[in-house]
Nanobody, 118 residues
Framework: VQLVESGGGLVQAGGSQRLSCAAS????????MAWYRQAPGKQRELVGM???????NYGDSVKGRFTISRGNVLVTIYLQMNSLKPEDTAVYYC?????????????WGQGTQVTVSS
């Protein structure tokens, strides 16, 4: 399984940006996909998660500003980021969890940099 993110870059505070993540390979039985982020010197944190059934969950710091969505099937997800703040600056990673016969498998993308200037 390969996850490829796109859409990062430089944006001014108060602006918007949309990230995309496309999964390829053996993408069956994905239980959930998510966006995480990691700022320099900080731990990786959950930004938003969407399940196969469409349920969503967000980190407290982005609730009301960010929206996670998916394509018709759970192999592509998007992150619409509005009202961006300098503290949203981080590398954003796509994550997928796949249910196997005996265990779950976690996959990560290579990350895309989002920089919010003040």
């Amino acid at each position: 399984v390969q996850l490829v993110e796109s859409g990062g870059g430089l944006v001014q505070a108060g602006g918007s940006q949309r990230l995309s993540c496309a999964a390829s390979g053996s993408t069956f039985n994905f239980e959930e996909m998510a966006w995480y982020r990691q700022a320099p010197g900080k731990q990786r944190e959950l930004v938003g998660m969407i399940s196969r059934s469409g349920d969503t969950n967000y980190g407290d710091s982005v609730k009301g500003r960010f929206t996670i969505s998916r394509g018709n099937v759970l192999v592509t997800i998007y992150l619409q980021m509005n009202s961006l703040k300098p503290e949203d600056t981080a590398v954003y990673y796509c994550h997928a969890r796949q249910r196997g016969l005996f265990r779950e498998y976690d996959y990560w993308g290579q990350g895309t940099q989002v920089t919010v200037s003040s």
